[in-house]
């Protein structure tokens, strides 16, 4: 059984900052990628970023030089620096890593719970 547990929500004025935290465990013999998505009322889940092992980084063009998303493998933690936030980034952020457990030994997605960011204008 394989968790994604998130953390680091919460409510910010525009122009803050948020860093949040998910962390894997469970039954796992490696992690492909890992990324953020974030889904506002009445609209689709949308990727923010997304980091692959081997460290390669994509943004979503609404986020590009604001955000920045890393992961420590070793502790099996991807986090997501969130910097000049806006009213428009409001919304439950989801992250998702792409896991291969130790038997067998086939890639799934597992998502985590979600955080609530909200930013006040």
């Known amino acids: 059984q394989v968790q994604l547990v998130e953390s680091g929500g919460g409510l910010v004025q525009a122009g803050g900052s948020l860093r949040l935290s998910c962390a894997a465990s469970?039954?796992?013999?490696?992690?492909?990628?890992m990324g953020w998505y974030r889904q506002a009322p009445g609209e689709q889940r949308e990727l923010v970023a997304l980091v692959t092992s081997g460290g390669s980084t994509n943004y979503a063009d609404s986020v590009k030089g604001r955000f920045t998303i890393s992961r420590d493998n070793a502790k099996n933690t991807v986090y997501l620096q969130m910097n000049s936030l806006k009213p428009e980034d409001t919304a439950v952020y989801y992250c998702?890593?792409?896991?291969?457990?130790?038997?067998?030994?086939?890639?799934?997605?597992?998502w985590g719970q979600g955080t609530q960011v909200t930013v006040s204008s």
């Open positions: 469970g039954s796992i013999f490696s992690i492909n990628a």
């Open positions: 998702k890593a792409t896991i291969v457990p130790p038997y067998p030994r086939v890639a799934s997605d597992y």
